[in-house]
T-cell receptor, first 119, second 113 residues
Framework: GAGVSQSPRYKVTKRGQDVALRCDPI?????LYWYRQALGQGPEFLTY????????KSGLPNDRFSAERPEGSISTLTIQRTEQRDSAMYRCASSFSGGTSGSLSETQYFGPGTRLLVL | KQEVTQIPAALSVPEGENLVLNCSFTDSAIYNLQWFRQDPGKGLTSLLLIQSSQREQTSGRLNASLDKSSGRSTLYIAASQPGDSATYLCAVRRRAAGNKLTFGGGTRVLVKP
């Protein structure tokens, strides 16, 4: 399809395990974003990339969280030594432009999310 | 720090009534503001993006207004339908925060047939 895709859609893991969440952005989109959403709240920013360069990782909660986008397309968000508080919906978004004009090309399009449950 | 607030948290209206959803933000130095729709088990669907230089944006039955000076945006949905039932989120891009979106908590809308 033409939209943002994420896999897996659901992930159940045991505390202490590492997990890798994948995001496939819309083809040709320069910017890719990761957000985390708790139940009943709006998404919160984690990190974003322009092409393969990680531009801002200020939202990553601690050093157990990392993200990469090595070829400027698919991105992986990795959580090491998972904890129960990491349980949430992880959402990926992409935009055609990573500019700062505020224009329509900067519209962020979201994928369906990966629901992570840490037992 | 930017704070985005959406009140009320939930809203129920009879079919056919117009919907008015409110979004307020504390930092008026924004690039743009986006309205999203969220359906259970699905992703966020972008409805409208209003650039900071615009006062309003329209798409079909949807109309969004932006008043930067007062830090407010309003999403109007005309002649609501049961299919409009969803959670509506607003998000702003602050000039001081690069490309990240700061979201409100959302308004959960139920349109009764």
């Amino acid at each position: 399809g033409a939209g943002v895709s994420q896999s897996p859609r659901y992930k159940v893991t045991k505390r202490g395990q590492d997990v890798a969440l994948r995001c496939d952005p819309i083809s040709g989109h320069v910017s890719l974003y990761w957000y985390r959403q708790a139940l009943g709240q709006g998404p919160e920013f984690l990190t974003y990339f322009n092409y393969e360069a990680q531009q801002d990782k200020s939202g990553l909660p601690n050093d157990r969280f990392s993200a990469e986008r090595p070829e400027g397309s698919i991105s992986t968000l990795t959580i090491q030594r998972t904890e129960q508080r990491d349980s949430a919906m992880y959402r990926c978004a992409s935009s055609f432009s990573g500019g700062t004009s505020g224009s329509l090309s900067e519209t962020q399009y979201f994928g369906p999310g990966t629901r992570l449950l840490v037992l | 720090k930017q704070e985005v607030t959406q009140i009320p948290a939930a809203l129920s209206v009879p079919e056919g009534e117009n919907l008015v959803l409110n979004c307020s933000f504390t930092d008026s130095a924004i690039y743009n503001l986006q309205w999203f729709r969220q359906d259970p088990g699905k992703g966020l669907t972008s409805l409208l993006l209003i650039q900071s230089s615009q006062r309003e944006q329209t798409s079909g039955r949807l109309n969004a207004s932006l008043d930067k000076s007062s830090g407010r945006s309003t999403l109007y949905i005309a002649a609501s339908q049961p299919g409009d039932s969803a959670t509506y989120l607003c998000a702003v891009r602050r000039r001081a925060a690069g490309n990240k979106l700061t979201f409100g908590g959302g308004t959960r809308v139920l349109v009764k047939p």
